[in-house]
């Protein structure tokens, strides 16, 4: 047993330095190797076991669908959810009280972390530094500085970090990658994307557990970082609703699709932004805006427009339309269509004011006949529309088998501390110009918004 054990370790503890590493950075090579033996397991504890981890099609699911992967520990500032999490694991987890005595445990290989995002960095960090591989939930980040500390602690340490952005792994995002980069859509300049949502309690007021008391909760371990304050459930329950814990709309909804749109798109960080963000309905509950729009200009030659409000869903829930000079990919209510464009010219309206004989003349050229005509297909553009539907299984344990994937052969995780750093820190660029009320900029050389004199 005992060699067993040191026998996987080994084999988790082989260097990875360098794969999250930051673009910039000249990252060490990947010394990839088969796990010793098909039976060898992975062990895992789950840091924060909240609605995400337990729901349906959730992160428990999807762990537990792995194979060869087991949880053997969890660890939650909430009682509740740690005794339904160990029942949930037909009580193979133990309960290791906070994560300092789990992430010192040798026998934990990797942990997912799923807390509230003010601790993502401190417990990711402290995760890394211990030796373990991470999956660490979307957003990323609280703030833009957490970033850089959590991308150098993964390559100090030679470990693997994953971000939890699903969407990336499923088969529609893969699809519309795919003809996008085929060309098919021609030069795409812009990209619609909205995340609505509408809710008779309001969005992000949960129901709080009755038997949550200062007895069965954890307010130190949940406070962490953030500024000192009186117990509230409220808080603790509802934190979305409060930026000491949480960017609103920005890094909880628009960070996936930010997230979808750098990876569809290649794209790293947006140069400037603009938005507005106002809390129209929700005074009394949030600090946090329900309703916020956001324009986001990219170098690589392209705009985007976010927009979500939490007090209608009706026209369009959530998704994402990408416009370009030949088609277009729309994914809404699930569905996935690629849709080819007609450009024709239609100067008919102005050239019928021109004098008769002009008009004539110019409609009897050739080349003004030929581009009157839809049809002069290149053959990499779209013919007619393509519908898909996602298919199989759920993106996140998709996403989830992914991680595991690297961290058995030791290769480069599907959305590595870089990526998700920029997702969020697009997001991050959203308030601040909501708080600024102006737009910002992006400082590439310094990984910051740019400063105003
Ligand atoms: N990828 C997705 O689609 C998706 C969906 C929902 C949530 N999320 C992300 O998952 C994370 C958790 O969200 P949630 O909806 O599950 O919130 P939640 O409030 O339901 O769960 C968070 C859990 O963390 C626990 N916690 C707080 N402080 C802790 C500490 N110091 N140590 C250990 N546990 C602690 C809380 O008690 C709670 O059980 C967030 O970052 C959120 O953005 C992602």
Not at 401 to 408: E, G, I, P, Q, T
Request: proline share 6%; net charge positive.
């Amino acid at each position: 047993m005992e060699k067993k054990r040191m026998s996987r370790r080994h084999f988790l503890g082989r260097s990875v330095a360098g794969v999250t590493g930051l673009a910039a950075t000249r990252a060490p090579l990947v010394w990839s190797a088969p796990p010793d033996s098909p039976n060898d397991r992975i062990q895992v504890g789950i840091i924060g076991v909240g609605a995400r981890v337990q729901s349906a099609s959730g992160l428990l699911e999807a762990v537990q669908a792995v194979p060869a992967v087991e949880v053997v520990g969890v660890c939650d500032a909430y009682r509740g959810r740690v005794e339904r999490a160990i029942a949930r694991t037909q009580g193979n987890a133990r309960d290791y009280g906070d994560c300092v005595r789990m992430l010192a445990d040798p026998a934990i290989d990797a942990v997912i972390i799923s807390t509230p995002d003010h601790l993502h960095r401190i417990l990711a960090v402290q995760a890394l530094s211990a030796g373990k591989d991470v999956y660490l939930e979307k957003p990323m980040t609280w703030a833009i500085e957490d970033g850089p500390p959590m991308v150098a602690a993964a390559q100090k340490h030679g470990r693997l970090l994953q971000i939890g952005s699903q969407g990336m792994s499923s088969k529609t995002q893969e699809t519309a990658r795919e003809r996008i980069r085929s060309g098919g859509l021609g030069q795409v300049t812009l990209i619609r994307a909205t995340y609505n949502r509408n809710t008779r309690s309001g969005a992000w007021l949960y129901p709080i557990p009755p038997d949550a008391t200062e007895k069965t909760v954890d307010w130190e371990a949940f406070l962490g970082p953030a500024p000192k304050r009186p117990f509230s459930l409220e808080r603790f329950f509802r934190w979305r609703c409060y930026w000491d814990y949480s960017g609103g709309i920005a890094t909880d909804l628009f960070v996936h699709l930010l997230t979808t749109i750098h990876f569809l798109m290649d794209a790293r960080m947006p140069s400037r932004v603009v938005a507005t963000g106002q809390n129209y309905r929700y005074k009394q509950t949030h600090e946090v805006p329900d309703t916020v729009n956001a324009l986001l200009e990219y170098p690589e030659g392209f705009a985007v427009n976010l927009s979500s409000t939490f007090n209608n869903e009706a026209a369009s829930d959530s998704g994402f339309e990408i416009l370009g000079t030949e088609g277009a990919v729309i994914f809404r209510g699930g569905q996935l269509v690629v849709k080819p464009e007609s450009p024709v010219e239609g100067n008919d309206w102005v050239v019928s004011s021109w004098p008769e004989q002009l008009e004539r003349a110019y409609f009897e050229d050739p080349k003004v006949r030929a581009a009157e005509r839809p049809g002069s297909w290149d053959p990499r553009m779209l013919r007619e529309s393509e519908a898909f539907s996602e298919q199989g299984r759920g993106s996140t344990a998709v996403h989830m088998a992914r991680f595991f994937d690297s961290v058995r052969a030791r290769k480069p995780t599907v959305q590595d501390g870089a990526t998700g750093h920029r997702a969020a820190a697009a997001a991050h660029m959203i308030n601040e110009s909501i708080r600024r009320g102006r737009m910002v900029e992006w400082d590439a050389s310094a990984g910051a918004i740019r400063k105003v004199a």
